[in-house]
């Protein structure tokens, strides 16, 4: 009887330990033991779940960061200056044709030059009554010589301005290639810029050749009226009436026979 019961209190005493060690782990579901290592899967979701908003926010940063760097190439390429300047040929185009008009003949570009030359050669005393025949006739050539040398200035700057067109098309052909390839806003307004000067460079040579033409047609009319009025002095020098014919005696021979 005793090996019984020594046998029963010791399954008994088994059962009892059994249950004791199951019990821990009937009380807290979530967690579970693996060698002494508790594993808690709600933890680790919420883990996972904040390494992943932490990963959302660097990369978040990330896409900040490269939008601002765009945003300052950006901004560099807006500020970056025109590497090409035409001001130069621009330039050297204008004196070209400012010293063809400063080589005017006779009347200079002066309006005290010529308010000299319309009072000696022009007005209305260049052929007074007190002038010579002699003075007459040099003032008449005087103004013929200022009617063609105005003519040839003329001619001279006109011949300038054409000698532009060729350096001003190639002045535009490189503006405009510079415009169409400008990597920013202060480049392709750099670009516009020296096109405008340009075109200011061709006005100024227009300005000129309609300035050496009017020059030309105003001498050739002053000629004309001059000449109208110096014509007028010839005509009543002619027809006014002289001394005449007056008799008197005369020697055939030296020796009175």
Same mark, same amino acid.
């Given at each position: 009887?005793?090996?019984?019961?020594?046998?029963?209190?010791?399954?008994? #005493? /088994?059962?009892?330990?059994?249950?004791?060690?199951?019990?821990?782990?009937?009380?807290?579901?979530?967690?579970? &033991?693996?060698?002494?290592?508790?594993?808690?899967?709600?933890?680790?979701?919420?883990?996972?779940?904040?390494?992943?908003?932490?990963?959302?926010?660097? *990369?978040?940063?990330?896409?900040?960061?490269?939008?601002? #760097?765009?945003?300052?190439?950006?901004? =560099?390429?807006?500020?970056?200056?025109?590497?090409?300047?035409?001001?130069?040929?621009? &330039?050297?185009?204008?004196?070209? $044709?400012? +010293?063809?008009?400063? +080589?005017?003949?006779?009347?200079?570009? *002066?309006?005290?030059?010529?308010? &000299?030359?319309?009072?000696?050669?022009?007005?209305?005393?260049? /052929?007074?009554?007190?002038?010579?025949?002699? +003075?007459?006739?040099?003032?008449?050539?005087?103004?013929? *010589?200022?009617?063609?040398?105005?003519?040839?200035?003329?001619?001279?700057?006109? =011949?300038?301005?054409?000698? *532009?067109?060729?350096?001003?098309?190639?002045?535009?052909?490189?503006?405009?290639?510079?415009?169409?390839? /400008?990597?920013?806003?202060?480049?392709?307004?750099?670009?516009?810029?020296?096109?405008?000067?340009?075109?200011?460079?061709?006005?100024?040579?227009?300005? =000129?050749?309609?300035?050496?033409?009017?020059?030309?047609?105003?001498?050739?009319?002053?000629?004309? =009226?001059? #000449?109208?009025?110096?014509?007028?002095?010839?005509?009543?020098?002619?027809? $006014?009436?002289?001394?005449?014919?007056?008799?008197?005696?005369?020697?055939?021979?030296?020796?009175?026979?």
């Amino acid at each position: 009887m005793k090996p019984r019961r020594s046998r029963g209190v010791r399954l008994a #005493a /088994a059962l009892f330990t059994a249950t004791a060690g199951v019990l821990p782990m009937l009380a807290t579901p979530a967690q579970a &033991q693996f060698g002494g290592i508790v594993f808690d899967p709600t933890n680790y979701a919420q883990n996972v779940l904040t390494a992943a908003r932490a990963l959302q926010q660097i *990369n978040n940063q990330i896409t900040s960061l490269q939008n601002e #760097a765009t945003m300052l190439i950006n901004q =560099a390429r807006n500020l970056a200056s025109l590497p090409y300047s035409s001001l130069q040929q621009l &330039q050297q185009s204008v004196q070209r $044709t400012q +010293q063809l008009l400063q +080589q005017a003949q006779g009347i200079a570009y *002066n309006v005290q030059n010529i308010d &000299q030359a319309f009072r000696t050669n022009y007005g209305a005393g260049s /052929a007074s009554m007190s002038a010579s025949d002699q +003075q007459l006739v040099a003032q008449a050539r005087d103004r013929w *010589n200022n009617t063609v040398n105005g003519l040839q200035d003329a001619m001279r700057v006109q =011949a300038g301005v054409v000698g *532009n067109i060729d350096t001003n098309r190639t002045q535009m052909s490189a503006l405009v290639g510079q415009s169409q390839g /400008a990597t920013g806003a202060l480049q392709a307004t750099q670009a516009g810029n020296q096109l405008l000067a340009l075109q200011a460079q061709q006005l100024a040579d227009l300005t =000129a050749v309609v300035s050496a033409n009017g020059r030309a047609q105003a001498l050739a009319g002053a000629e004309r =009226a001059a #000449a109208v009025e110096q014509g007028r002095e010839q005509r009543r020098r002619f027809l $006014t009436p002289g001394s005449g014919y007056q008799p008197g005696n005369a020697r055939m021979f030296q020796n009175g026979n």
